[in-house]
């Protein structure tokens, strides 16, 4: 089944989305960057999801290499570390044409990947830069609402910025920076995030996903 089958078929309804069984994926790439940096978040995700929104999805998050065809039998993709990303050109290839076919990359800075990242995705799309979403944006207002992104994390005590590639007004690839929200999704003795920082990294990731799958709709 081909990837803008798979979300045109997500994006019917709420209760679709709530109804139908689905598996999210980790994205691997290379440049030698620790792209395994947090292995409980998207199974802590996934089981958010299913309790607080009824959901069916896979706790099973395999590693996805960016430049396989596999890619797109995953219709959320998630990708983070702390430092350098490599995409061949093929990668890059392979990576915006399952973004343009319907698929959704999420990136969430660990600390240290944003100089890298941000050359990368030039790559992938040299036409289309990352902007910054306002906070009217409908992925802070799915199930939960957001005034902007919150802070899970102080790094370098940032505010919180959640960028945008935006192509023929669909929101394709959602960068999240000086937030570190899938270190809020993992489990609790990985960084020891209070239970209301953990909440609120769980409810905006339920926002994302909630997106993601139902291209925008509430």
Same mark, same amino acid.
């Given at each position: 089944?081909?990837?803008?089958?798979?979300?045109?078929?997500?994006?019917?309804?709420?209760?679709?989305?709530?109804?139908?069984?689905?598996?999210?994926?980790?994205?691997?790439?290379?440049?030698?960057?620790?792209?395994?940096? =947090?292995?409980?978040?998207l199974p802590n995700?996934?089981?958010?999801?299913?309790?607080?929104?009824?959901?069916?999805?896979?706790?099973?998050?395999?590693?996805? %290499?960016?430049?396989? /065809?596999?890619?797109?039998?995953?219709?959320?993709?998630?990708?983070?570390?702390?430092?350098?990303?490599?995409?061949?050109?093929?990668?890059?290839?392979?990576?915006?044409?399952?973004?343009?076919?319907?698929?959704?990359?999420?990136?969430?800075?660990?600390?240290?990947? %944003?100089?890298?990242?941000?050359?990368?995705?030039?790559?992938?799309?040299?036409?289309?830069? #990352?902007?910054?979403?306002?906070f009217s944006h409908?992925?802070?207002?799915?199930?939960?609402?957001?005034?902007?992104? /919150?802070?899970?994390?102080?790094?370098?005590?940032?505010?919180?910025?959640?960028?945008?590639?935006?192509?023929?007004?669909?929101?394709?690839?959602?960068?999240?920076?000086?937030?570190?929200?899938?270190?809020?999704?993992?489990?609790?003795?990985?960084? =020891?995030?209070?239970?209301?920082?953990?909440?609120?990294?769980?409810?905006?990731?339920? =926002?994302?996903?909630?997106?993601?799958? #139902?291209?925008?709709?509430?």
């Amino acid at each position: 089944m081909k990837i803008g089958l798979i979300i045109t078929t997500l994006c019917l309804s709420t209760i679709g989305f709530a109804q139908g069984s689905y598996q999210i994926a980790f994205l691997k790439y290379s440049g030698g960057g620790d792209y395994y940096a =947090n292995p409980t978040a998207l199974p802590n995700l996934a089981q958010f999801c299913n309790v607080n929104l009824g959901t069916t999805i896979s706790k099973e998050a395999p590693y996805v %290499d960016v430049g396989s /065809p596999e890619l797109s039998l995953y219709p959320f993709v998630h990708m983070t570390g702390h430092g350098n990303v490599v995409f061949s050109l093929t990668e890059a290839e392979n990576l915006r044409n399952y973004l343009l076919g319907g698929g959704f990359l999420h990136i969430d800075d660990n600390y240290g990947m %944003d100089k890298f990242i941000r050359e990368e995705l030039k790559k992938v799309f040299p036409n289309n830069s #990352l902007v910054e979403l306002p906070f009217s944006h409908p992925v802070f207002h799915q199930k939960y609402d957001f005034n902007g992104l /919150p802070k899970i994390h102080e790094h370098d005590g940032k505010r919180p910025q959640a960028f945008g590639i935006i192509i023929e007004g669909r929101l394709v690839c959602l960068y999240t920076f000086e937030t570190d929200l899938s270190d809020g999704w993992e489990d609790q003795a990985v960084h =020891n995030d209070s239970e209301e920082k953990r909440k609120q990294a769980l409810q905006m990731g339920a =926002n994302i996903l909630m997106y993601a799958f #139902l291209g925008g709709a509430k």
